[in-house]
């Protein structure tokens, strides 16, 4: 991502929180010690006592108590999170899913994630029905289960259109995949009235209208997967990518709330909903700025990788949040930190896409 994650992320987000607060490992060190037979405590101890002085070793047992409580507590809570996500559901659905008889809409599945993630579905058997306003690759063109919908999803006529088709054509879809987005790079005061008014339709505004279009056959058998694609911008916001971080914060409130509607409005908590939050990925979206992250080294996801956590996640037949790369999970929490933690989070994002004409 930015500089400053690369600084600060390996003890924030990274491996090395990741082994200290792993319970398992930690439970079982502490037991060694504790509890083990002398030979091994007695080798334990001298083994430490190789790495840190002397007068600390003593402290080591009080140590590892604190790690193994924090890991159960994380462990307790990521627990808690997945049953939440899922109206409080502690096991999954998969006996009401069958893939050969599923039916999927990807919007924007001509390139990028969306591609590979109506490759990704395809291979399950599930029928995939792409809508988009570019053409349909040709390496999706010789398959009998996609079928291609050319459509303006900006327009709420021709989405419902393009619903009834596909109704006609393949059935009811019970898997919508809101991935169409677009992105520009460029500052608040570059921005014309006219991207600013297309990228909210495109990215925000299209999501009521293709929910309104397929969600009411999910309702009415309590029974469907919608997945927002959002972005690690749903939670960073900055500079050069203002109207684009916009819209990503805003698609994610329209998620939460659509997701309390299904279970307080609808009567339908059966219906999933994943939230999937990417950080950069190497897609046409990126073109205007992937410069700036080449010269800063920034890591940069493929849209396989994406995709391929998407279509796991369907088939889980649990609904979540995905923020990928996972270790960078944490930063959904951010905006509850402390501002200077914050302020420099952004910062060194920034700088990934929009090179600071002062320096």
Excluded at 146 to 173: H, M, N
Excluded at 233 to 256: I, N, Q, R, W
Excluded at 320 to 348: F, M, V, Y
Aim: hydrophobic letters at 45%.
């Amino acid at each position: 991502m930015s500089s400053i994650i690369k600084h600060v992320g390996p003890f924030l987000f990274g491996p090395v929180q990741n082994v200290a607060l792993n319970p398992v490992l930690t439970g079982a060190l502490l037991l060694a010690l504790t509890q083990g037979p002398p030979a091994i405590r007695e080798r334990l101890l001298h083994r430490v006592a190789s790495l840190v002085d002397n007068t600390r070793v003593l402290g080591l047992a009080k140590t590892l108590k604190w790690l193994f409580a924090l890991g159960l507590v994380a462990r307790v809570n990521r627990v808690l999170n997945t049953a939440a996500l899922n109206a409080w559901r502690w096991g999954s659905e998969k006996k009401r899913w069958d893939w050969k008889k599923e039916v999927a809409v990807v919007t924007g599945g001509c390139s990028g994630i969306g591609e590979a993630i109506v490759k990704g579905l395809m291979k399950k058997g599930i029928k995939v029905a792409v809508i988009d306003i570019q053409p349909l690759p040709d390496g999706l063109q010789s398959y009998a289960d996609v079928k291609f919908y050319q459509c303006d999803i900006t327009s709420s006529p021709a989405v419902q259109e393009a619903a009834d088709w596909i109704r006609s054509d393949l059935g009811s879809p019970s898997i919508l995949v809101n991935n169409a987005g677009i992105a520009l790079a460029h500052t608040i005061l570059d921005t014309s009235d006219e991207w600013l008014h297309k990228i909210f339709d495109v990215n925000l505004l299209s999501n009521f209208t293709t929910v309104k279009a397929f969600l009411p056959d999910m309702i009415a058998k309590n029974k469907g997967h919608i997945v927002t694609v959002a972005s690690t911008g749903s939670f960073v916001s900055v500079a050069g990518l203002v109207d684009y971080s916009s819209t990503k914060a805003g698609v994610f409130a329209f998620h939460e709330g659509l997701n309390q509607e299904l279970k307080h409005r609808y009567a339908a908590p059966a219906v999933l909903t994943t939230s999937v939050h990417p950080n950069w990925v190497r897609t046409p979206l990126v073109k205007s700025w992937e410069n700036s992250l080449n010269k800063t080294k920034s890591d940069v996801l493929t849209p396989k990788t994406v995709a391929d956590a998407i279509v796991n996640q369907i088939l889980s037949c649990r609904g979540g949040q995905l923020i990928i790369p996972g270790n960078l999970a944490k930063l959904s929490g951010l905006r509850g930190w402390t501002n200077w933690l914050q302020e420099l989070i952004r910062d060194g994002t920034s700088e990934a896409v929009y090179e600071n004409p002062s320096k």
